[in-house]
C-alpha cells in the first residue's frame, strides 16, 4: 500500500516485527499457503452474496405458503409470557428494559453479515497497517518466538494461552494457530453463507443454532488471537473490536426471533465499546498529564513530532502544527487549540451523549459524536499513523447504517413484549461490563496515592479491561486526586442517568401480556 512508509529508515525492531508478521499473513493465512488473503478477501464477498440470494429465495417460498404476514409479535409464546411474567420482578424488568430504548438495529441479522464481512475484508488485505491486525498472531508468535514482557500490572496473558512458548516451540506453535486460523475462517465464512430469514410463524430452529454456533466459535477464536497479539503489540486499537466481537455471541442466535436482541446489541456497542474508549482516554490524560498540560497543549506539541507513535503521511504538516507561533503561553496555537477540542471530544462530549439517550427518542448529539469519531480517526491515521480501522467498523455498526433505506419494527415490538431470560442475562452482561470499565481507573488512581506504585509510572493492565493511557506518559505533574474525583462523578452520574431512565414510562411493562395484545398490529400488516 505504502511501500515508502513501510520501508523507512527508523523502524523500531517491533514495527518491523509487525511488518513482517502482516506481510506474511497475507501471503499465506489460509493453512500454510492454501491461499492469500487477497482470494479469501473474494471468497467471503461471494460467501455473503450467495447468502442473500438463498434468503430471497426462502423468503419468496416462505411468503407464498405460510399466513399471517410476518411480525415480531408472531414470533411470542404466550405461554412463555405467562411463565415468565410472574417470576421477574418490576425493577428487573426495567433493568432489561433500559438497554431496549433509544436504539433499534434495522435487520440485525443482515447488519451483523455484514460486519463481519468487512472485519475479514480488512484483515486479509491488512487494512489496519502499520498494526499487524489480530489475524496475525500466528505470524507474530513465529517471529518473537518468546512471551512479551507482562510489566506489574499487566497480567502474563500470553503464558496462559500460549504455555511452554520458547524459540524451540515457536514453530509447533505458529502451525497450530495457523490450523485454528482456517477453521475460524471457514466459520464465519459458513456463517455468512446461512440464509438468515425465517418465518416469524414457523422459525427454523437448525438455522438459528446454525448461526450461533458458527459465529460463536469463530469469534472465541478471534477472541483468543486479539488476547495475543494485544499483549504482544500493546495497543489500543483492537480492543472496542474485540468487546463488539464477544459481545455478539449473545446476541446472534437470537436476532431473528427476538426483537430486542438488535437493540441490545447496538446500545451495547454504543455504551462499552465506543464510548468508554474516548471517555477514559481523556481521563487518563487529566490523571498522567495533568490539567494545566492537558489545556496547555504541550503534550500535543510533543506528540506530532515524535514519529514513533506511528507512520504519518503528511510530515509537512505535522512541522507546520509544531512551529506555528504561541496565542497563550508559550506552545503553538494549533496544538493549543486541538488540545481543548482533544479534552472536549473525549471527556465533555462522551458525558453528554449518555445524559441524552432518552428511553422516548435519540437524540442527534450521540449521531454526531459517532461521525465525529470517524473523521477523528481517518485525520489521526494521515497525522500520525495508528490505524483505528476496526473501531471505526464498531461505530459503523453503531449508526445503524440500514436504517437509511430500511425501516425497523423493533420499537413497536418492544412495546408489547416482556423480558425472557436471555433478555436478562444480557442486561446483567451489559451492566458488568459497564462497571468493568471504571476498575482499572479507580485501581491506578488508589495504587498510586497509596504509594503501591511509582508516582511516575503508568498504571495499564491492558487486559482484560484497559486503562486507555494513550499519548499520556506519567511524570510528576500527574493528578491522580483529579482524575479519582472526575472517576467518582461519573459513577454517581451514570447511577443516577440509569435510575432517571429505569423510572421512564417507556421503561414500564405493559399492564397485559397476552395472545390478544398483538392482533392489531397483525392486521394492520
Not at 135 to 157: C, D, N, Q, T, W
Not at 316 to 343: D, V, Y
Amino acid at each position: 500500500m505504502e511501500p515508502a512508509l513501510c520501508n523507512r529508515e527508523g523502524l523500531t525492531k517491533l514495527q518491523k516485527q509487525q511488518l513482517a508478521a502482516a506481510s506474511r499473513m497475507r501471503r499465506t493465512i489460509l493453512a500454510m499457503g492454501l491461499a492469500g488473503g487477497a482470494t479469501l478477501a473474494k471468497c467471503a464477498i461471494a460467501c455473503f452474496l450467495i447468502g442473500l440470494l438463498l434468503q430471497f429465495l426462502i423468503a419468496g417460498r416462505q411468503l407464498q405458503q405460510v399466513s399471517p404476514p410476518p411480525s415480531f409479535c408472531a414470533s411470542k409464546s404466550p405461554q412463555g409470557l405467562a411463565s415468565t411474567s410472574h417470576l421477574l420482578s418490576w425493577k428487573l424488568d426495567r433493568f432489561c428494559r433500559w438497554w431496549w430504548f433509544p436504539f433499534e438495529l434495522t435487520c440485525p441479522m443482515v447488519s451483523m453479515k455484514l460486519f463481519v464481512l468487512a472485519l475479514l475484508f480488512i484483515h486479509f488485505h491488512v487494512l489496519m497497517v502499520p498494526r499487524p491486525g489480530v489475524l496475525a498472531a500466528p505470524e507474530l508468535v513465529g517471529i518473537m518466538k518468546r512471551h512479551p514482557p507482562s510489566p506489574y500490572p499487566m497480567l502474563p496473558f500470553t503464558e496462559w494461552l500460549l504455555p511452554g512458548l520458547s524459540p524451540e516451540t515457536a514453530k509447533s506453535w505458529m502451525e497450530s494457530l495457523c490450523q485454528l486460523r482456517s477453521r475460524m475462517i471457514l466459520c464465519w465464512f459458513g456463517f455468512l453463507l446461512l440464509p438468515n430469514w425465517s418465518h416469524r410463524a414457523h422459525i427454523n430452529k437448525g438455522l438459528q443454532v446454525a448461526h450461533g454456533l458458527l459465529y460463536g466459535y469463530g469469534a472465541l477464536i478471534y477472541a483468543f488471537f486479539a488476547a495475543i497479539h494485544y499483549a504482544y503489540t500493546k495497543k489500543h486499537s483492537d480492543y472496542g473490536g474485540i468487546v463488539s466481537v464477544l459481545a455478539a455471541i449473545f446476541a446472534v442466535p437470537f436476532l431473528e426471533t427476538n426483537p430486542m436482541a438488535g437493540s441490545w446489541l447496538r446500545k451495547f456497542l454504543i455504551i462499552n465499546a465506543v464510548i468508554p474508549i474516548y471517555l477514559f482516554a481523556g481521563i487518563c490524560k487529566v490523571r498522567y498529564l495533568g490539567l494545566a498540560t492537558c489545556f496547555s497543549g504541550s503534550w500535543l506539541t510533543t506528540g506530532v513530532m515524535d514519529r514513533s507513535h506511528g507512520y504519518s503521511f503528511v510530515p509537512w504538516l505535522n512541522k507546520w502544527l509544531a512551529s506555528t507561533p504561541p496565542l497563550i503561553g508559550t506552545e503553538p496555537w494549533t496544538c493549543l487549540l486541538l488540545s481543548w477540542f482533544t479534552m472536549f471530544f473525549e471527556i465533555i462530549w462522551p458525558v453528554l451523549c449518555i445524559a441524552e439517550m432518552r428511553p422516548d427518542g435519540q437524540s442527534p448529539i450521540c449521531l454526531m459524536f459517532l461521525v465525529n469519531v470517524a473523521v477523528f480517526h481517518v485525520m489521526v491515521f494521515f497525522q500520525l499513523g495508528p490505524n483505528w480501522i476496526v473501531q471505526l467498523l464498531v461505530v459503523l455498526l453503531a449508526c445503524d447504517p440500514l436504517s437509511c433505506i430500511l425501516r425497523s419494527d423493533a420499537k413497536e415490538a418492544a412495546t408489547g413484549w416482556t423480558p425472557t431470560s436471555g433478555d436478562c442475562m444480557r442486561a446483567v452482561l451489559g451492566f458488568f461490563m459497564m462497571g468493568a470499565w471504571f476498575v482499572p481507573q479507580l485501581w491506578s488512581d488508589f495504587a498510586h496515592l497509596s504509594g503501591r506504585h511509582p508516582w511516575n509510572r503508568n498504571h495499564e493492565p491492558y487486559l482484560p479491561v484497559p486503562e486507555m493511557d494513550m499519548f499520556s506518559p506519567a511524570s510528576k505533574r500527574s493528578n491522580y486526586v483529579a482524575s479519582c474525583g472526575c472517576v467518582v462523578l461519573l459513577i454517581v452520574l451514570l447511577l443516577a442517568k440509569v435510575r432517571a431512565d429505569m423510572a421512564s414510562p417507556c421503561t414500564r411493562r405493559p399492564k397485559t401480556a397476552s395472545k390478544h395484545s398483538c392482533e392489531p398490529q397483525v392486521q394492520r400488516a
